[in-house]
């Protein structure tokens, strides 16, 4: 009875069997449903979908900064940033990269170009890893890839900034130029620097590359399968660069680089009263701008095996015998000394025997009986010879380290040689070798084991300008954030003083003005009617010559082998305002080849200022210049 009833409490086997039965089929008309969607996915969209999964991707994508401008002293942009258009590719699991390739190929060779890449380069990508194909491509392919993006899956074309340098050779020595970072640079772990980025190389760009480089932005996008984006996940936008403002005068820089057209050279040219580079030549120069894509390696080759040397800054790593415009400093030290007195006379007939040896005059017959003032007008070689020869090498080596020579100058650039200024202990220590008196004749004319930069040649004449102040050279005012706010400033730098007596600098100064002012002057090439001018001349030797007087005139002097021409100056007299220093390699005389390009100089600075006193002014710039002030 009891199983009879626990039975009939519990549900019939028949009513099991019916729910039963309707769980299955509901589970199989589910399973049918799911089945049925896989099909259609699978069968009827697969390849669409297999295809959205395989190229859809999302892109991280560095931003590269604007890098600061850099302005002349008055504002003028001397370099900007211009776009770049880069052509990279995407690659993707399943794409035939080879294919996409030879499709870029043909259609580039359908207008003449020719793709940039290596083909090997299909054999080393990693999906979704883009890669640049080409840097700095003209507008030309631009319009080609974009107008062809169907047939191109993977490619596109990516902006970025590059910089602009608006006077292109001018300024190159000094601002230098910008590239991407090298695997080396990389490996040394200097700063934050990523694969990609555009660092200085050279001059300013370098040095001050902190400053002027900026912070990267970045973004994420989401591409379909031609590259294109087609949603932006999101952004940090980047940090423009600081800019650099100078202490050069564009317009000054102008003119001197002018002058020296077709010779091979430089010009420093600095305001005495604090140090400032208003401008600074080096010639021959290089565009800055042939970097910007990656400069071929053939240009490369070029400009490393130019005898000429037109990546160096001669300015500041040039080292020339300073000839007769060392004179000035062995007139400081002989009347420092009281070897001489200003009124000393000393007989030259155009020679001076030393022994079996005769040191000869630049002027063949002599220039007489001269005394002090007419000896650095005339630059009378024989006069110094025996000065010189009283005096004694490690005499005039101590004031011309005071005039700055020989040590660097502390200029803010890479590269800037310390040149050579000999003495006795010097010589033993370098070459084991007792001092020659004969190697002091030599020095007493600028000659010999001297070697000076043209900095520092305008430094020391600077210091005589301004009555004994040694400045460090400054080339960068201040550097400001772009939105015109000041983050650093470069205060003038003293470096030391050059202790001369006022009577001394009064009676070297005087004789500078003679040379470019009285009859007979060396330096008379270098006059101006605007302001009086101060200076000397000098022609130093690249190659030593006979004794015998008519081997002397028969040798045959090979081009690079000719004297240099030299000429350093201020002015006005009164109230020095500007320095300049010239050096022309293998072109003569320093009174026939020198001067004048120091003229020119000098012309340039005082013309502005005269337009300046009379009010006139330059035309504002318009907002579309290429000359803005600010980012």
């Known amino acids: 009875m009891e199983n009879q009833c626990t039975l009939r409490n519990g549900p019939e086997p028949s009513e ?20 049925c969607r896989l099909w259609y996915l699978q069968v009827i969209k697969g390849d669409e979908l297999k295809q959205k999964s395989e190229n859809n991707s999302v892109r991280f994508r560095k931003i590269q900064p604007l890098r600061g401008l850099i302005l002349d002293r008055r504002g003028l942009t001397l370099v900007d940033n211009r776009p770049s258009f880069d052509v990279l590719y995407m690659p993707s699991r399943g794409r035939d990269h080879q294919q996409v390739f030879e499709t870029l190929k043909t259609l580039y060779a359908s207008k003449s170009f020719e793709l940039g890449a290596d083909a090997a380069l299909t054999k080393t990508l990693r999906p ?40 292109g050779e001018m300024l190159a020595p000094i601002i230098g130029y910008t590239g991407e970072i090298s695997k080396d640079e990389l490996l040394s772990g200097a700063d934050d620097y990523s694969s990609g980025d555009i660092l ?62 077709g010779k091979a050279g430089a010009a ?40 000429l040397n037109p990546l160096s800054n001669r300015a500041i790593s ?20 009281g070897i001489i007195k200003p009124e000393t006379k000393i007989h030259c007939n155009g020679t001076f ?61 890479n590269h800037e040689r310390k040149g050579l200024i000999p003495t006795r202990d010097w010589k033993m220590a370098r070459r084991g070798e007792p001092w020659q008196l004969g190697e002091t004749i030599s020095v007493s004319i600028g000659q010999g084991f001297n070697l000076t930069t043209p900095l520092q040649l305008a430094v020391a004449y600077g210091a005589l300008a301004n009555g004994g102040t040694l400045w460090r050279p400054r080339l960068v005012e201040r550097i400001e954030r772009p939105d015109g706010k000041t983050l650093k400033e470069f205060h003038p730098e003293k470096k030391g003083d050059v202790k001369l007596s006022k009577q001394t600098q009064a009676i070297l100064k005087k004789a500078l003005w003679g040379a470019v002012n009285a009859p007979g002057g060396t330096g008379l090439a270098a006059r101006l009617a605007d302001a009086e001018v ?85 035309p504002e710039l318009l907002a579309t210049d290429e000359n803005l002030h600010r980012q």
């Open 128 to 167: 979704y890893l883009p890669v640049r194909l080409e840097k700095n491509v003209p507008l030309a392919k631009v319009a080609l890839v974009e107008t062809n993006a169907m047939a191109l899956p993977g490619v596109y074309v990516d902006v970025t900034p590059v910089r602009l340098y608006l006077d």
């Open 353 to 413: 025997e030393l022994g079996n040896r005769i040191y000869r005059c630049w002027k063949k017959h002599g220039h007489g009986s001269v005394d002090l003032n007419r000896a650095l007008v005339e630059s009378c070689d024989v006069y110094f010879y025996t000065v010189g020869k009283m005096l004694g090498v490690d005499k005039i080596a101590f004031y011309a380290k005071q005039f700055g020579l020989g040590e660097h100058t502390g200029i803010v650039l």
């Open 268 to 307: 420093v040219v600095m305001d005495p009263r604090d140090g400032s580079i208003l401008a600074m030549v080096s010639a021959p120069s290089f565009d800055p701008n042939l970097f910007n894509s990656g400069i071929p390696q053939e240009e490369w080759i070029q400009l490393h095996t130019n005898p």
């Open 16 to 35: 099991y069997r019916q729910r039963l039965n309707l769980i299955i089929a509901i589970v199989m008309a589910a399973a049918l449903v799911i089945v």
């Open 534 to 618: 101060c200076g000397k001349t000098g022609t130093s030797q690249v190659i030593g010559l006979p004794q015998n007087e008519k081997a002397r005139r028969e040798k045959k002097i090979a081009a690079f082998h000719k004297d240099h021409a030299l000429f350093v100056c201020f002015a006005p007299a009164n109230n020095p305002e500007i320095v300049v220093a010239v050096i022309a390699e293998n072109a003569g005389s320093g009174g026939a080849v020198a001067a004048p390009i120091a003229r020119l100089i000098l012309a340039a600075h005082f013309d502005r200022k005269k337009k300046a006193q009379m009010g006139w002014q330059a």
């Open 200 to 261: 200085g190389k050279a001059g300013l760009e370098k040095v001050l590359d902190s400053y002027i480089r900026g912070r990267h932005g970045a973004e994420l996008v989401e591409v379909n399968v031609h590259g294109k984006e087609i949603k932006n996940l999101g952004r940090i936008d980047p940090v423009s660069g600081a800019n650099v403002v100078l202490t050069i005068d564009a317009d000054i820089q102008k003119a001197a680089w002018k002058a020296f057209e």
């Open 318 to 337: 040039g080292q020339y015998p300073p000839g007769s415009t060392y004179k000035l400093i062995v007139a400081a030290a002989a009347l420092e000394e």
